[in-house]
């Protein structure tokens, strides 16, 4: 099936839109959505041809589907990828993003500043295949090539992280990787390419987890990883046979919601802007945290390498662990949910919850203190979403 020609001319705002499959006779304005396992052949010769590899004719969906590449399609244009491999969540993203690459004996250097399932994979399953890892503090990227060994074939990072909010100069970051000759892999999640493009930095990977921000609505599950083709055909040689592929279904609303993910993440980014602004004051408050704000650490790298500063928010309540679940329970607007990214705000306390699976010890390695509180801003109007916060904190005492 031939898909649209894309217009490397036109804005990503417009690709994100107008890259489609191409219409069936039915001559259909929104792209359709094909819920099949399998593809037919007329004949016995282009069976062949496509189980050979010899044309790109669709074989099986766990393979790829119209659909599915649809939303690749528009995932490789918004992020400047020469290729894509959608998966059934985030995480399969982050596992098949390290699975196709690293090998027993092999070496990963990671961010310890990153979500509590990814922290969970690197320490606790990537060593049963003997592969080794080292992390290092994201906001000290000059302590990096201190490890690098020479069995190291990744550096990992999130940026802006989760959920401390923590950055790194990509930059930086990619002229290490190319320097000792591995790959750096970015989860860039939390910014979407609507904020920022790290391969234009020079990285070489980007993972996503679509269920967040990409879809914007908390509707579907959904992941993808980016990148150089050579390194994606690895990706999809490794997902081909393990099966973590995206349902065609999921793959249809993810692109339906990538037509607005620039509005939205706009909007986001502006209600967080002032809901962090408006915080910064209040008196329950150890700090308050968003990459915007000219008192984050790595402001300048925020102002670097993003257009806005994305729609999440954290603070650290003063009273810690009991005061953090007292404020939950004040919420009247705000959701309390295992979610981001989604048009309602939602609040979450992760210290028992996201990374409630990491030691204590663990947890204040990564700024992951008793009182942090991490604030989804959706789509509700900015000063519903403030009076509900400012209510919850002074009722929480």
Not at 107 to 130: A, D, E, N, R
Not at 187 to 197: E, G, I, K, V, Y
Not at 264 to 288: C, D, P, Y
Not at 289 to 316: D, N, R, T
Request: hydrophobic share 40%; net charge negative.
């Amino acid at each position: 099936m031939k898909k649209r020609e894309n217009k490397p001319t036109w804005h990503a705002e417009t690709q994100a839109i107008r890259i489609q499959s191409e219409r069936t006779s039915h001559m259909e304005h929104s792209g359709p959505m094909y819920l099949t396992s399998s593809f037919c052949y007329d004949d016995a010769e282009a069976m062949r041809a496509a189980f050979a590899d010899e044309t790109d004719a669709f074989i099986y969906t766990r393979f790829s589907n119209p659909t599915v590449e649809e939303f690749i399609d528009r995932m490789r244009a918004l992020e400047g990828a020469e290729a894509g491999f959608a998966t059934a969540s985030g995480m399969s993203a982050v596992f098949a993003s390290f699975m196709a690459f690293l090998k027993t004996g092999d070496h990963l250097v990671s961010s310890s500043s990153i979500f509590g399932s990814t922290h969970t994979v690197i320490t606790k399953f990537l060593p049963k295949w003997g592969i080794e890892h080292s992390y290092f503090d994201l906001t000290k990227p000059e302590t990096v090539e201190a490890l690098i060994k020479p069995n190291t074939k990744m550096i990992f990072v999130e940026t802006p992280s989760n959920p401390g909010l923590d950055l790194v100069d990509l930059e930086v970051l990619a002229q290490i990787a190319k320097k000792h000759k591995v790959i750096l892999n970015v989860d860039n999640c939390f910014a979407t390419p609507a904020l920022q493009r790290p391969i234009e930095l020079g990285v070489d990977l980007v993972t996503h987890s679509a269920t967040k921000w990409i879809d914007g609505q908390g509707r579907v599950l959904g992941g993808i990883v980016l990148g150089r083709k050579e390194l994606v055909d690895e990706v999809y040689a490794f997902c081909r046979s393990t099966g973590p592929s995206m349902s065609p279904f999921n793959a249809w609303v993810l692109s339906r919601s990538l037509e607005t993910l620039h509005v939205r993440m706009e909007r986001h980014s502006a209600s967080a802007l002032k809901l962090a602004q408006a915080l910064e004051t209040n008196g329950h408050l150890e700090w308050v945290k968003y990459p915007f704000l000219p008192s984050h650490p790595q402001y300048a790298i925020a102002q670097k390498q993003m257009l806005a500063g994305g729609g999440i928010v954290c603070f650290e309540l003063k009273g810690g662990l009991e005061r953090g679940q007292r404020f939950l329970d004040k919420l009247e607007l705000l959701s309390l949910t295992a979610n981001l990214g989604d048009s309602r705000s939602i609040a979450s306390h992760p210290a028992s919850t996201t990374h409630a699976k990491l030691s204590e010890a663990e947890r204040v390695k990564v700024g992951i203190t008793p009182g942090l509180i991490r604030i989804s801003v959706g789509l509700e109007h900015v000063d519903d979403i403030i009076r509900d916060i400012t209510q919850a904190l002074e009722n929480s005492k």
